[in-house]
């Protein structure tokens, strides 16, 4: 498993107007983004001296918190890399300037997303507990203070992310999961290549998982159906006389 190497602080926001939620005594939306830069080292060693020598992908998690404590993914964005330039608000990107275009997003990333998906969720929650400031408005709508910041016991953010992965590890895959999965096979088909042989190697999965998986996308509608006598099996080169 390839562990993710933060770049920065998670940076986690409410989405304006979300209801307040109580999550394990603490109050925080129920939905919310947590924005993770990550290096885009691709296996090189990294330290304090040569990190910023790396360029950065993304990854952006639209969280719902539920009635029962508990989060779900609602959607994975993962963007290229492209140099560090501090905390950007995807919403606020604008890719006419040459200077901030990501570079294509490769397998690889998506692979460390899935891997660590845990962990994600866990630096996540640490980082709203302690920027989640809610103030209910005069005329009774949910307000969430920009930037602000609660301070938290370094033992309860530990009690927190641990929660988050042990909930994480046993959860089954969530609709953002197959989302993710349906990208990065449509994105295979547009530049030519065998969308389940690209999955195998994303996510480190035999053939008969992805095909399980690409089935569950189709049974969601998030691909289409494969047409008639064109399947998905990737081909395999026999040697002479087997």
């Known amino acids: 498993m390839d562990k993710p190497i933060l770049r920065s602080r998670v940076f986690s926001e409410a989405i304006p ?3 307040p939620i109580k999550y394990k005594g603490f109050i925080i939306p129920e939905y919310w983004e947590a924005t993770f830069y990550l290096v885009d080292n691709n296996g090189l060693p990294v330290t304090n001296k040569n990190i910023d020598t790396f360029k950065c992908w993304s990854v952006v998690l639209l969280i719902r918190t539920t009635k029962a404590e508990t989060l779900e993914v609602i959607r994975a964005t993962v963007n290229g890399a492209r140099d560090y330039k501090g905390h950007v608000a995807v919403a606020t990107y604008d890719p006419s300037k040459q200077h901030e275009k990501f570079d294509p997003v490769r397998s690889s990333f998506y692979k460390v997303l899935n891997d660590n998906r845990p962990l994600f969720l866990g ?4 980082a709203i507990v302690q920027e989640a400031i809610y103030k209910k408005g005069k005329d009774g709508s949910h307000n969430w ?3 602000g910041h609660k301070d938290v016991e370094e033992e309860t953010l530990n009690r927190l992310y641990k929660t988050v992965i042990n909930q994480a590890y046993v959860r089954k895959k969530d609709h953002a999961f197959y989302v993710e999965v349906a990208k ?8 030519g290549e065998h969308p389940n042989l690209v999955l195998m190697q994303a996510y480190d999965k035999k053939l008969k998982t992805v095909q399980g ?3 569950e996308c189709r049974n969601r509608g998030l691909l289409s159906k494969p047409e008639l006598g064109k399947a998905s099996k990737p081909k395999t080169t026999r040697k002479k006389g087997k």
């Open 123 to 126: 630096h996540a929650i640490t």
């Open 213 to 215: 998986w690409t089935t």
């Open 145 to 147: 203070l920009l930037f």
């Open 184 to 191: 990065v096979y449509e994105e295979a088909v547009t530049r």
């Open 17 to 19: 107007l979300s209801k």
